[in-house]
């Protein structure tokens, strides 16, 4: 099948959005879109999976290359192997939520549903490009939708948030900018295919390593660029606050993934660094959440912790812990979207996100506390759920690597699931259970698509929580391939 | 046949001077509306502007004090499709106006000498150009004649490019002192690098520094883009500083290819000084033609770095940015004429609010200072990285990541107007602008521009066909 | 009768240049300072004209442009006393510092 | 062997069933009938369990005189890397067979019991859906084949019973219960998260058996290198063991970690009898005897379990006898009793005539379920009626709950050890055990013993004596245990419903009968039978203790005196101090409020709003000021404007002339 879909049809959206008239048209048409980039995203699975069963062992499939800039070696060269896949589906599952969960957007609500589908485009462009520079175009693609979502619809003191989260990306991505200079002009490619057959130089790459992974660093909310996410994530309106944590974040880990893969030697060389940085910002993440009274910034700062494994994954290089990076990103994508919509369901109602003004809700709103329950559930890693898979793969991951530093970082991280249940079971004994308020006890409960939008979260979690094999079997080859790319299989074997 | 090729080697400039006579025999007739004479305006420049893409062949005439080839042609042509768009943006200013003609015909002259400049074989001939284009710029800032502002703009315009041209002209007197000629192919051969040479070399330099306003020599530009009128501003925002450089490049990598290494470390010097300096100024800045002066002297860091990179590359980023250049910036320019010329406004805090009573502009100004910022899907994203690839292209990488890291500040200003466009509250927004068509069609072909002018790799790949390296 | 040396010649150029500058730098006089600049330009003729006849007298390009720059110095004299005038209309004054409204 | 045993799989796939079904559409279209679907499902899984039982210990369970480990099914359900995976497998050995039965009619009888007592509740359906759920994580945890599946399962029932304390959301002490039992077991299973890594790591496997086999035969290579390596002195296997013990410490509320169960007592009463008497809390002892082979093969990590044990054992019956809330009078003879079975695991040894401690505990773990359960349904039945479960509101009540109060009476007697009751065999081998092993243990055994059945009377007495009974039992409304509008509408006079009472019998009869059970022939640590005979002699120093105990308790509590409050004082500061469970509660408070959250939360907290974050800003914040600083630049004055041009040029020329040339 042509990827080139993926990015055509939102494209068509955002366009139809711009054309039709009314909110009822407006949203009508976006839910469409974002249904139907859901199917396309479900039959590119379907055929891969064949694909692979009939045996089609190439690293990327259904590719297809053509010469954009001739002069300057610049293809569109696009294909998807397990894990970008993965990161489609997830995609179109939450810009299905979010389109779901700003159902009642009436401000603006043209401009509002055409930066979503703009955004959910740049990260579908941003998955499949095989060609550095078509990757990083479609990464900047989704920075600015996001600072006029904050800044246009957002809460609070948004225009500083929003301002702060647009710099310090485009900061991230002008580091990536650099490395990818470093990388062009020592293979004459953007191809990371090519780039890969020919290899880079080991000098080059300890030197534009850390620009790129660290500019990925800063959208995956790498310790110390994690600060935009607090406040980006607590001044964005709901569905924006669902991309941002649950789309955008994840273009970082998928460029750190990638640029580990390209630069081997630097990632062997630097992986201290980053398991250092990674363990920090999961421990320094579950404490400061431990202390925040907002709602939005307790799942911010979470969100911290957590993508902290997906770097910690990462950072130990090896097959399993990556795999457990992979589904980590998944997994928080889904979990933490889901839990942004819970938030964002009670905030419309009680108008408050500070976590001292609620309480009982469960009372009033059992479906919308549920909602909030399993979230936070599957944040602390229940078996069941995708957090769990996620984490323990993870550790597993780190606990192979025989270094004794590493173990204590893996220790460490380990240690981070305690405060988590910490922090996550004051919030919902706090807000969810406990006596209610009077003028809360009034309130109504999820409406159809709100109740929509969480259950298609909610299913995402499970299927991978309850039959981890699936998402395991779909991405276990591509890790496979990194590794060789790594030339370090499982240390295990 | 000697005759035959004047006419194909010298039909833009020709075509000008054509128009400026029939403007004096229009200003001798008896006066038609203000209206009618535009359409008819403009009506000529989009036919000169098609013309100008017809045919082009390489030659030289004058032994060799002007030459031409499609690239130069297609130099040429870019000027005048910007002139043809500001005109178009000006259609507002200019309607009330009983002096239009005689901005046209200092327009036009001006364009004409840029015309001479560009495809100058000999440095009497680029004189001569040069002053032919900064002459009647000086006139043309001066246009707004009962305006306090203009007039001083005009004064500091005139003084400061007199100043910078009797620099020039020791430098170039310093450079016939040790080659003795004044024709670039014969200098090239008698350039040894002594330091009198050097010395002219970088009293030459400064001079184009200051055309193009790379910092120390930009000081004059943010006073005259504020002070003369919005069309002026943009003329000499794209147009004269396009032409320059054009003729730089040409300069430098024909001309002083002898000390190539040389003048890589002054551009690469004045680059880092200009980007920083550019938007340190324009952090600050609150009138919006000031703002725009001091982005487009970050944006001529940008420039430079590119061109340092000495290859083919380099010349074709270059003219792919300029192209770009000419879209984003004449977009914002316009949007800003139109609310100058409507309201009088033209401060950044009166747009606050723009984007309830106005989506429309607001969208083009958005988009207009994306394409400023290069984010992408604009084409503003591909000129800059194309830039910076060709600079990056010498393996200096210390300049490339100062360069990265400014780009944010950058972001900084542009996304400071987007901000106050779109989200800052404001009780008296600017009313509801009635926009002529005229405009409207320019702004439209700008966002166009800016758009497709990225996507098509096409246009970069001509372009780079056209252009040479060192 | 000796010849006086290139050098020489150079050295009057040369000062006359900076002199312009130095008037142009200090005057506070708008046409005063428009008189400096024109001494810079006359220096540069200078130049011209001694480089010509002392270095490559067999052909004429230093006088031609001699001759071109002083008609384009007085083409820009005229703008400039034309804007000057306007400016007095304004201002009500030549005095350079009385126009410097717009700075930062 | 698999498919004869394939259909156990039903009996944890049932109660999910259910608990989908009433999570589900229980609230809206089932809230009526719930109770009676969740009943229904597990009786149907306690039948399938009977079933298994029978046919694993008289039919086929045994091969040539030892019970095999038949592993029912198993699939892999997330494959780390070759070799270690987690797979969802069923283990069918005596234990897990021995505990099928346990949980199963355990959880019936409190299912029954729920029937009645959570009548009219609000959130029925919720309720009996939680139960099920807890039902299935307690059955996969003990039916699991693989150490990360016991994890799994372990978080699940930690999860269930964190749901079903907190069922009565809207009461702060509740929540606050619940989420101290989850985090300090959370803490806990840190430690067994690790063990599992460490094991699993060395022992390339986290298949139970296989590791068991690997980890146990001297000569494996996965054994020597994790003997050989040691950190801060102590072998890798004595970390993964003890790391292990602490998940299993956490869950069975050993001393220190025991600080949740009385709290836990704020879930309703079923609740507390299934979860935190009979199935839940034993999780850790199971998980100890599920790897004891392993263990066996440790010294340090034994002895820690004994000690930790007996401590738990002796400082939770001091503690009991100080309480007046009787739930967690309970709960603290609950966590006594499960510091018995830990310490009769750790003086065990693998097989043989050494392996009595392993049976032994076994053997308690089975009766205790019985009994234990028992007193606190019991307990709920009286609290039930009183809406109080503070001492001094009852007494008396024999009259007016005459089943309740014979039931009471038998598990009493069981759990004080007094032939011929269930407790007295379990116990007696403990004790023979411990009498065999370690002396010391013993002696604290003996008195521990001893104290239990002086707190279990003190109880009884209390309950169903002392003073006259109540003449109108609303008066104690206000205090204690949620007092729902639907319980003020009617009230329960008498003991509630058959469906309370129906229980209660069952019950008593197994705390009576099940001690007959010939336990060492079935359920010993190597399979093989096991002789093991009940020494008069040896039992009657226990016994006279207990019954000592016994009078002791009646002179104090039968009717009402001012013997006990003189004790009391005379005791003084160690009364107090035992009366505040030892402070241990002060001492986590104090950690976690006066040292994590202000010396590392707050800090951290700070640190990134200001110092990582104002780091940003202040670049930000910097550039803007420079750029303040240098607008001089921009005089307005053509003049500098030359001036600076001519700068300009000297100092290009002064680079390019004479530096760079």
């Not at chain 1, 929003?162 to 002009?185: D, E, R």
């Amino acid at each position: 099948m042509n990827l080139t879909l993926l990015i055509l049809i939102p494209l068509l959206t955002a366009v139809m959005i711009l054309l039709v008239k009314g909110l009822q048209q407006i949203r009508v048409v976006g839910l469409i879109g974002a249904v139907a980039q859901l199917g396309l995203a479900g039959w590119l699975l379907n055929s891969f999976l064949n694909e692979r069963a009939a045996g089609n062992n190439a690293t990327y499939l259904f590719e297809s290359n053509h010469t954009w800039f001739k002069a300057l070696n610049i293809n569109y060269h696009i294909g998807v192997d397990g894990i970008a896949l993965a990161m489609i589906l997830l995609t179109s599952l939450i810009v299905v939520a979010g389109i779901l969960v700003s159902w009642t957007m009436d401000k603006l609500s043209k401009e509002y549903f055409f930066l979503l589908i703009l955004l959910s485009m740049g990260a579908y462009g941003f998955f499949i490009s095989l060609d550095l520079f078509t990757l990083f175009f479609f990464l900047e693609v989704a920075v600015i939708p996001k600072f006029l979502l904050i800044g246009i619809w957002g809460s609070g003191d948004k225009t500083k948030s929003a301002m702060k989260l647009a710099l310090m990306l485009m900061a991230g991505s002008a580091l990536v900018m650099v490395g990818l200079f470093g990388v062009y002009y020592n293979t004459n490619t953007f191809d990371i295919v090519k780039i890969t057959q020919l290899g880079i130089p080991v000098g080059v790459q300890k030197f534009f390593f850390p620009f790129a992974f660290l500019g990925f660093g800063v959208f995956a909310a790498l310790f110390p660029f994690h600060t935009w996410v607090p406040d980006g994530h607590a001044s964005a309106p709901t569905a924006a606050s669902m991309f941002l944590a649950g789309i955008s974040m994840k273009l970082g880990g998928y460029g750190c993934l990638r640029i580990a893969a390209l630069m081997p030697d630097a990632a062997h060389t630097y992986s201290w660094i980053i398991i250092l940085l990674a363990t920090i910002a999961i421990i320094y993440g579950a404490f400061a959440t431990m202390m925040q009274t907002d709602l939005k910034y307790i799942n911010a700062y979470s969100s911290i912790s957590h993508c902290g494994f997906v770097i910690l994954g990462i950072g130990m290089l090896n097959k399993t812990s990556i795999n457990g990076a992979v589904i980590q990103m998944v997994s928080h994508g889904l979990m933490t979207a889901l839990f942004f919509a819970a938030i964002g369901m009670i905030y419309s109602r009680t108008h408050t996100r500070m976590v001292a003004q609620l309480g009982g809700l469960l009372k009033a709103m059992p479906f919308i506390s549920t909602v909030f329950v399993i979230a936070g559930l599957c944040s602390l890693g229940l078996p069941g759920f995708s957090g769990f898979v996620a984490e323990m793969t993870v550790f597993m991951g780190s606990w192979q690597n025989p270094n004794s530093a590493y173990r204590l970082a893996t220790i460490l991280s380990g240690a981070s699931i305690v405060v988590t249940a910490v922090y996550i079971l004051r919030a919902t004994g706090r807000a969810i259970m406990g006596p209610i308020s009077a003028e809360h006890a009034l309130l109504k409960d999820a409406t159809w698509n709100e109740k929509l939008a969480a259950v298609l979260l909610i299913a995402g979690i499970l299927v991978i929580g309850l039959a981890p094999f699936l998402i395991n079997h779909l991405i276990m080859p591509s890790t496979d391939v990194i590794m060789l790319q790594m030339g370090k299989v499982n240390l295990l074997n | 046949m000697m005759n035959y090729n004047i006419l194909i080697q010298l039909r833009q400039e020709l075509a000008l001077a054509l128009l400026i006579f029939i403007l004096l025999f229009i200003k001798l007739g008896k006066d038609r509306s203000n209206e009618s004479i535009l359409n008819f305006i403009n009506m000529a420049l989009l036919i000169n502007l098609g013309a100008g893409f017809c045919c082009h062949e390489t030659g030289e005439l004058f032994n060799g004090m002007f030459n031409t080839n499609a690239l130069i042609v297609f130099e040429k042509n870019l000027l005048n499709l910007a002139l043809f768009i500001i005109s178009m943006q000006s259609f507002a200013w200019l309607k009330n106006n009983k002096n239009l003609i005689e901005f046209y015909i200092l327009t036009f002259t001006s364009l004409m000498g840029m015309f001479f400049m560009i495809s100058s074989g000999n440095l009497l001939m680029f004189y001569l150009g040069l002053e032919m284009s900064t002459i009647p710029l000086a006139a043309a800032a001066n246009f707004d004649l009962t305006k306090r502002k203009s007039s001083e703009a005009a004064m500091k315009l005139i003084l400061s490019s007199a100043f910078s041209s009797a620099i020039l002209l020791l430098g170039i007197s310093f450079l016939y002192g040790t080659t003795g000629t004044l024709t670039f192919s014969i200098i090239t051969a008698h350039i040894n690098g002594n330091p009198l040479q050097l010395f002219a070399f970088i009293l030459l330099i400064s001079g184009f520094a200051f055309k193009i306003s790379a910092v120390p020599f930009h000081l004059w530009t943010a006073d005259v883009y504020e002070g003369s009128p919005v069309a002026v501003t943009a003329f000499l925002s794209v147009i004269s500083k396009a032409a320059v450089l054009f003729t730089l490049v040409n300069l430098l990598y024909k001309v002083f290819t002898p000390i190539a290494d040389t003048w890589y470390l002054v551009l690469v010097v004045l680059a880092a000084v200009t980007i920083l300096i550019g938007n340190l100024f324009a952090l600050r800045q609150d009138n919006f033609k000031r703002f725009l002066a001091y982005s487009s002297i970050a944006q001529v860091g940008f420039i430079l770095i590119g061109i340092s990179g000495s290859s083919q590359a380099g010349s074709a980023s270059l003219i792919y940015f300029i192209l770009i250049y000419i879209f984003s910036n004449l977009a914002a320019f316009g949007v800003v004429s139109m609310v100058s010329a409507l309201t009088g406004k033209e401060n950044i805090s009166d747009f606050n609010g723009f984007y309830k009573t106005n989506p429309m502009l607001s969208w083009v100004l958005t988009i207009a200072l994306f394409s400023l910022a290069g984010v992408p899907p604009t084409a503003g994203f591909f000129g800059k990285l194309f830039l910076m690839m060709a600079g990056a292209a010498k393996g200096n990488y210390g300049i490339i990541i100062f360069a990265a890291l400014n780009m944010v500040v950058s972001f900084y200003y542009y996304l400071k107007v987007v901000k106050s466009i779109f989200m800052d509250e404001n009780n008296t927004p600017l009313e509801k602008l009635e926009v002529p068509t005229v405009s409207k069609i320019a702004m439209y072909i700008c966002v166009v521009g800016v758009i497709v002018t990225g996507l098509a790799s096409v246009v970069y790949d001509y372009i780079n066909s056209l252009s040479f390296g060192l | 009768m000796q010849e006086i040396p290139l050098t020489q010649i150079l050295f009057v150029s040369t000062a006359l240049f900076f002199i312009g500058m130095y008037g142009l730098f200090t005057r506070r006089n708008l046409i005063t300072m428009l008189m400096s600049i024109e001494l810079m330009l006359n220096s540069v003729n200078i130049n011209f004209v001694a480089f010509n006849k002392y270095l490559f007298p067999d052909n004429l390009d230093g006088i031609f442009f001699t001759l071109f720059i002083i008609t384009i110095a007085a083409a820009e004299a005229a703008v400039a006393i034309a804007i000057i005038i306007n400016l007095y209309r304004s201002h009500n004054s030549i005095d350079v510092d009385d126009a410097s409204e717009m700075k930062y | 062997m698999m498919s004869n045993y394939f259909y156990i799989l039903w009996i944890p796939l049932l109660p999910l069933i259910t608990f989908v079904i009433l999570g589900l559409f229980g609230r809206k279209y089932l809230a009526g009938i719930s109770g009676l679907i969740g009943t229904g499902s597990l009786l149907t899984s306690t039948l399938l369990s009977f079933v298994a039982a029978k046919q694993y210990f008289f039919v086929d369970g045994k091969v040539n005189g030892v019970f095999q480990k038949i592993v029912a099914f198993k699939f892999t359900w997330l494959e780390f890397s070759p070799g270690l995976s987690i797979d969802i497998g069923m283990i069918v050995d005596p234990i897990s067979v021995m505990m099928l039965v346990v949980v199963t009619s355990v959880s019936l009888m409190v299912h029954v019991f729920s029937l009645g007592y959570m009548k009219g509740e609000e959130r029925y359906a919720t309720y009996f859906a939680f139960l099920s759920l807890f039902t299935f994580s307690m059955l996969g945890l003990i039916l699991s084949s693989n150490i990360f599946q016991v994890y799994m399962f372990w978080e699940l029932v930690g999860v269930s019973s964190f749901l079903l304390i907190s069922y009565y959301f809207n009461k702060p002490s509740a929540v606050a219960a619940s989420k101290k039992a989850f985090i300090v077991t959370r803490f806990a299973d840190l430690g067994f998260l690790i063990g599992i890594l460490i094991l699993g790591y060395y022992g390339g496997t986290l298949d139970i058996g296989l590791l068991i086999e690997r980890l146990t035969t001297a000569s494996s290579t996965q054994f020597i290198s994790i003997t050989s390596a040691s950190f801060l002195g102590a072998s890798m296997l004595t970390w993964g063991l003890t790391l292990l013990f602490m998940g299993g410490a956490g869950k069975s509320a050993m001393f220190p970690l025991h600080i949740w169960l009385p709290d836990a007592m704020e879930g309703p009463t079923p609740v507390s009898a299934l979860i935190h008497a009979a199935t839940m809390v034993v999780a850790g002892v199971y998980l100890v005897a599920r790897m004891f082979p392993v263990f066996s093969m440790d010294e340090t990590a034994l002895n820690i379990v004994t000690y930790v044990g007996a401590a738990s054992a002796l400082f939770a019956a001091v503690i009991a006898c100080t309480q007046t809330d009787i739930k967690r009078v309970l709960a603290y003879s609950t966590m006594s009793q499960i510091g018995y079975m830990m310490f009769a695991l750790g003086i065990s040894k693998n097989g043989g005539e050494a392996g009595l401690g392993y049976m032994a505990s076994m053997f308690h773990l089975f009766t205790h379920a019985f009994f234990k359960s028992l007193l606190f349904l019991g307990a709920g039945s009286v609290i039930h009626m009183l809406h109080s479960n503070e001492m001094r509101d009852m007494g008396g009540l024999r009259k007016i709950m005459p089943v309740t109060h014979i039931a009471f009476l038998i598990a009493c007697l069981a759990i004080a050890g007094i032939p011929p009751f269930a407790g007295f065999f379990s116990k007696e081998e403990i004790l023979t055990a411990a009498f065999h092993e370690n002396k010391i243990i013993y002696g604290i055994a003996l008195f521990t013993a001893a104290l239990t059945s002086f707190y279990m009377f003190r109880l009884y007495f209390n309950i169903f004596w002392s003073k006259e009974a109540p003449t109108s039992n609303h008066a104690h409304i206000e205090n204690g245990h949620n007092t729902h509008d639907t319980h003020d509408a009617h009230d329960h006079h008498g003991e509630g419903p058959w469906v309370m009472k129906l229980p209660l019998i069952i019950l008593a009869a197994c705390a009576v009968g099940v001690g007959f059970i010939p336990f060492s022939n079935l359920v010993t640590s190597d399979g093989k039978a096991l002789e093991t005979h009940i020494d008069i002699v040896f039992s009657i120093v226990p016994v006279a203790l207990s019954v000592l105990a016994i009078l002791l308790a009646a002179s104090f509590y039968k009717n009402q005196n001012e013997k006990s409050d003189k004790v009391a004082s005379a005791l003084g500061g160690f009364y107090t101090a035992a009366h505040k469970k030892f402070y241990v509660d002060e001492v986590y408070i104090f950690m976690t409020k006066k040292i994590i959250f202000p010396f590392i939360g707050q800090p951290i907290a700070w640190a990134d709003r200001n110092i990582v974050d104002g780091f940003m800003l202040l670049l930000a914040k910097v550039t803007l000021k420079i750029s303040e600083l240098i607008k001089g630049l921009q005089s307005g004055k053509v003049q500098n404007y030359a001036m600076y041009f001519f700068g300009g040029i000297l100092a290009l020329s002064i680079l390019f002339i004479y530096i760079w040339k």
